[in-house]
């Protein structure tokens, strides 16, 4: 049976990890600190015989034994990232370092999971993984964009110096059940804004957009890379499909049936205009593509907002 570890593992996308790594039958260690994980996240399988969790901060070192890793734990939701901005960078920077230290010991191979991102606020659309970003390093997303791009950087020396066997997936906007409402991210927003008929925040003109993958093609796809043989990436994963904020916020209204009303709140610094991943590498490399649309996900996603707002 495969050990596998999951940091962030009480996570919205590490607590849909763990269970398709349990119900795939491996053993699943999963640690977090619960900064914005939950532990509602990961109650159903707490008592499952091959299910641990740890509670731990990734930015002090850790001592397990495993064959595979998942890099996970960081906040991801701007307000949270921002909230102690020193801290995100340790998290993503030390805890690299930390499970890299870890992998090259125990031989394991493991996986990043990095962002869309290391691409910054892009001037090139849709972004291929060989587009190098254009990131500002001194502005309140730094922490978290140059964070990750640190951890990728740091990934890859492992591999070149010690032959660690590495995996990089660049993430796009995902959503799904579990996310937290208080999360702060665009999509639990808006569709807890419309079930209490509250008005929905559009940051700006509503006119920049966003590429969003449900979390179920999300985890799919990031299965596939770990067991994926020749290939380190990093690869691009997303949903293609790209929306304006506003268009967003009207679909929401629309499948809520809400009475609410959208009003426009100041752009927040260093917003990027707009974000679509270009998936060709994920597709000749993993056989992976999206499946489900952002009307089916966000319905998804609206029934589990009902049973928690
Ligand atoms: P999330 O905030 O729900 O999950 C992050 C988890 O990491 C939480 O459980 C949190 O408690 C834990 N954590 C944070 N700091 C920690 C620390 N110092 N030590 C231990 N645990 C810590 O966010 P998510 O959407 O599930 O994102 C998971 C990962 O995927 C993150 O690394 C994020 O950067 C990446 N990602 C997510 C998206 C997305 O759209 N969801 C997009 C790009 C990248
Ligand atoms: N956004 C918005 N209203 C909200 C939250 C976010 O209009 O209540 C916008 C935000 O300014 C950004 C987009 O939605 O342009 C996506 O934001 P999110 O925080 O979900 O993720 P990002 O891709 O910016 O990291």
């Given at each position: 049976?495969?050990?596998?570890?999951?940091?962030?593992?009480?996570?919205?996308?590490?607590?849909?990890?763990?269970?398709?790594?349990?119900?795939?039958?491996?053993?699943?260690?999963?640690?977090?600190?619960?900064?914005?994980?939950?532990?509602?996240?990961?109650?159903?399988?707490?008592?499952?015989?091959?299910?641990?969790?740890?509670?731990?901060?990734?930015?002090?070192?850790?001592?397990?034994?495993?064959?595979?890793?998942?890099?996970?734990?960081?906040?991801?939701?701007?307000?949270?990232?921002?909230?102690?901005?020193?801290?995100?960078?340790?998290?993503?920077?030390?805890?690299?370092?930390?499970?890299?230290?870890?992998?090259?010991?125990?031989?394991?191979?493991?996986?990043?999971?990095?962002?869309?991102?290391?691409?910054?606020?892009?001037?090139?659309?849709?972004?291929?993984?060989?587009?190098?970003?254009?990131?500002?390093?001194?502005?309140?997303?730094?922490?978290?964009?140059?964070?990750?791009?640190?951890?990728?950087?740091?990934?890859f020396d492992y591999h070149r110096q010690h032959g660690v066997d590495i995996r990089v997936v660049r993430i796009f906007n995902t959503y799904g059940p579990r996310m937290n409402p208080q999360d702060g991210r665009v999509v639990s927003n808006f569709i807890v804004q419309a079930l209490k008929n509250e008005d929905l925040t559009v940051y700006g003109s509503g006119q920049q957009t966003r590429s969003f993958c449900y979390?179920?093609?999300?985890?799919?796809?990031?299965?596939?890379?770990?067991?994926?043989?020749?290939?380190?990436?990093?690869?691009?994963?997303?949903?293609?499909?790209?929306?304006?904020?506003?268009?967003?916020?009207?679909?929401?209204?629309?499948?809520?049936?809400?009475?609410?009303?959208?009003?426009?709140?100041?752009?927040?610094?260093?917003?990027?205009?707009?974000?679509?991943?270009?998936?060709?590498?994920?597709?000749?490399?993993?056989?992976?593509?999206?499946?489900?649309?952002?009307?089916?996900?966000?319905?998804?996603?609206?029934?589990?907002?009902?049973?928690?707002?």
């Amino acid at each position: 049976m495969k050990r596998v570890l999951v940091t962030g593992g009480a996570g919205f996308l590490g607590s849909h990890l763990c269970s398709r790594l349990l119900q795939e039958g491996k053993d699943v260690l999963c640690v977090d600190n619960l900064f914005t994980g939950r532990k509602e996240n990961i109650r159903p399988m707490m008592g499952h015989p091959h299910f641990e969790f740890i509670r731990h901060d990734v930015a002090q070192p850790f001592y397990a034994e495993a064959d595979q890793v998942y890099v996970l734990a960081c906040p991801a939701s701007p307000p949270h990232y921002q909230y102690n901005p020193i801290k995100t960078a340790k998290t993503s920077v030390f805890g690299a370092i930390h499970m890299l230290g870890m992998a090259k010991r125990v031989k394991a191979r493991i996986l990043l999971a990095s962002t869309s991102e290391v691409y910054g606020d892009p001037l090139v659309h849709p972004q291929p993984e060989s587009y190098r970003g254009n990131v500002n390093t001194t502005g309140i997303r730094s922490c978290y964009d140059e964070g990750k791009r640190m951890a990728e950087t740091l990934f890859f020396d492992y591999h070149r110096q010690h032959g660690v066997d590495i995996r990089v997936v660049r993430i796009f906007n995902t959503y799904g059940p579990r996310m937290n409402p208080q999360d702060g991210r665009v999509v639990s927003n808006f569709i807890v804004q419309a079930l209490k008929n509250e008005d929905l925040t559009v940051y700006g003109s509503g006119q920049q957009t966003r590429s969003f993958c449900y979390v179920d093609d999300l985890i799919e796809g990031m299965v596939r890379m770990m067991e994926c043989e020749g290939f380190m990436g990093p690869v691009n994963l997303g949903n293609p499909a790209e929306f304006t904020m506003l268009e967003l916020a009207e679909l929401v209204i629309r499948l809520t049936g809400s009475r609410s009303k959208i009003v426009h709140l100041p752009l927040p610094a260093d917003d990027p205009v707009q974000r679509k991943p270009v998936i060709r590498l994920a597709e000749e490399r993993l056989a992976w593509v999206p499946s489900v649309t952002l009307e089916q996900g966000l319905l998804q996603t609206i029934e589990y907002f009902k049973s928690v707002v």
